[in-house]
T-cell receptor, first 113, second 108 residues
Framework: DAGITQSPRHKVTETGTPVTLRCHQT?????MYWYRQDPGHGLRLIHY???????DKGEVSDGYSVSRSKTEDFLLTLESATSSQTSVYFC????????????FGSGTRLTVV | KNEVEQSPQNLTAQEGEFITINCSYS?????LHWLQQHPGGGIVSLFM???GKKKHGRLIATINIQEKHSSLHITASHPRDSAVYIC??????????FGTGTSLTVIP
């Protein structure tokens, strides 16, 4: 989607290896979010950021860490990937105000074998 | 407790039928989104609403702020409309809340 890019789009990794997913925006939005999508659960918040170096946990944050060293990039890291982290990961951005143009990324499909 | 409730969960329609998907929410919102996701695909934002009604081609989205309810309508449905439709609410607390989605199948 315009203004937001996720990379990689697909990744297969082995259990126990570290993995970093990247969300990059060109909209200069303050808020950035990482979600995972699993059958039967819908989209669930992992972590979010409300500014550079300001992050907070979501409902499924265990096993994940994030970093935001600059406005445009929000990184999601799996320090030691597990099979339960096989999922589709989505990034979203928001200005955090009414009428703002919130945008969703196209997703990263991660498979942990 | 789900902040966003969608109905129906699954919907099968004949090509040409008028389709309605409903979304109710319980949080204060900054905007409500209707999203479309094809199997194995990414999320596409169809509409972002904070009041009234929007129309794009055969798709219409409405929102009633007082009743905390939104509907997505598809007129003259087509098999290519088959997808999962997700209602997402951007809350005044700067969080997104998602419905579990409506899986739509349009049969030729």
């Amino acid at each position: 989607d315009a203004g937001i890019t996720q990379s990689p789009r697909h990744k297969v990794t082995e259990t126990g290896t570290p993995v970093t997913l990247r969300c990059h925006q060109t909209e200069n939005h303050r808020y950035m979010y990482w979600y995972r999508q699993d059958p039967g659960h819908g989209l669930r918040l992992i972590h979010y950021s409300y500014g550079v170096k300001d992050t907070d946990k979501g409902e499924v944050s265990d096993g994940y860490s994030v970093s935001r060293s600059k406005t445009e990039d929000f990184l999601l890291t799996l320090e030691s990937a597990t099979s339960s982290q096989t999922s589709v990961y989505f990034c979203a951005i928001s200005e955090g105000r009414q009428g703002a143009r919130d945008t969703f990324g196209s997703g990263t499909r991660l498979t942990v074998v | 407790k789900n902040e966003v409730e969608q109905s129906p969960q699954n919907l099968t329609a004949q090509e040409g039928e008028f389709i309605t998907i409903n979304c109710s929410y319980s949080v204060g919102i900054s905007a409500l989104h209707w999203l479309q996701q094809h199997p194995g695909g990414g999320i596409v934002s169809l509409f972002m609403l904070s009041s009234g009604k929007k129309k794009h081609g055969r798709l219409i989205a409405t929102i009633n702020i007082q009743e905390k309810h939104s509907s997505l309508h598809i007129t003259a449905s087509h098999p290519r409309d088959s997808a999962v439709y997700i209602c997402a609410v951007g809350s005044t607390g700067n969080q997104f809340y998602f419905g579990t989605g409506t899986s739509l199948t349009v049969i030729p």
